[in-house]
Structures are given as C-alpha cells and as structure tokens.
Nanobody, 127 residues
Framework: QVDLVESGGDSVVPGGSLRLSCAATGNTYGSYNLAWFRQAPGGEREGIAS???????HYPDSVKGRFTISRVNAKNTLYLRMNSLKPEDTAIYYC?????????????????????WGQGTQVTVSS
C-alpha cells in the first residue's frame, strides 16, 4: 500500500489549464502503476490517464490530446497536465496506484485494477 495525496485542483474558465499533482509515500514508488480518475456528481468514476512503470501511457478519447500524465519517480510524484478545459471536465480528480500487476491499456483505466487511492481534488470549469 502507498498513501496518495492530490493537490492542484481549482476553478478555471473554459479553455484554461491546470496541473494536478499526486504525492506518494514509500520507497518503491517506481514499481507502482499509476492513474488518474475523475468522478462528476452523480456519475461513475472514470479513468482518464494511466502510466505504467515503464512510462507507457494510455488515455481515453475524451481527453486524448488535451491531458498529459507524467511521473517523476525521484520525487514520488504523479502529475496530470490538463489543457483546453471544458465544463464537462468538472469533477473530483483522484490518483490511484497499484504495485505490479499485469498492465494492459484497457485494464489500466479500470478502477478495480488499483489498490490505493487519494482523497481527491476538485476541478471546476465554468465561466
């Protein structure tokens, strides 16, 4: 298990940008597969970006080209850069982690794949 803490959520206007961070404890961070999820009010938790221990990434079509996931293992930190934000991006954003496991792109956006979760950070996109 690893403890995760998200930060960087804010209110922005449509077309704006944000960078979310997810700080983790532990000294085996590089062995964790990581992802970002979001959940809008009344909606299900949606996988929006994942990154394998090797650095391979995967995105759903809804955010591809607008969002970028990255990790800095030396800092135990995961990032999500979000550009061209839309009102429909409004949600609570969560980071998630799993030690090892068989990583496949489609599976990497399934919340059941992950065993550790942060508490979430709110992103609101509104004019």
């Amino acid at each position: 298990q690893v403890d995760l803490v998200e930060s960087g959520g804010d209110s922005v206007v449509p077309g704006g940008s944000l960078r979310l961070s997810c700080a983790a404890t532990g000294n085996t961070y590089g062995s964790y597969n990581l992802a970002w999820f979001r959940q809008a009010p009344g909606g299900e938790r949606e996988g929006i970006a994942s990154i394998h221990t090797s650095g391979n990434v995967h995105y759903p079509d809804s955010v591809k080209g607008r969002f970028t996931i990255s990790r800095v293992n030396a800092k135990n930190t995961l990032y999500l850069r979000m550009n061209s934000l839309k009102p429909e991006d409004t949600a609570i954003y969560y980071c998630a982690a799993r030690f090892g496991g068989v990583w496949r792109p489609s599976l990497s956006l399934d919340p059941q794949f992950y065993t550790s979760w942060g508490q979430g950070t709110q992103v609101t996109v509104s004019s």
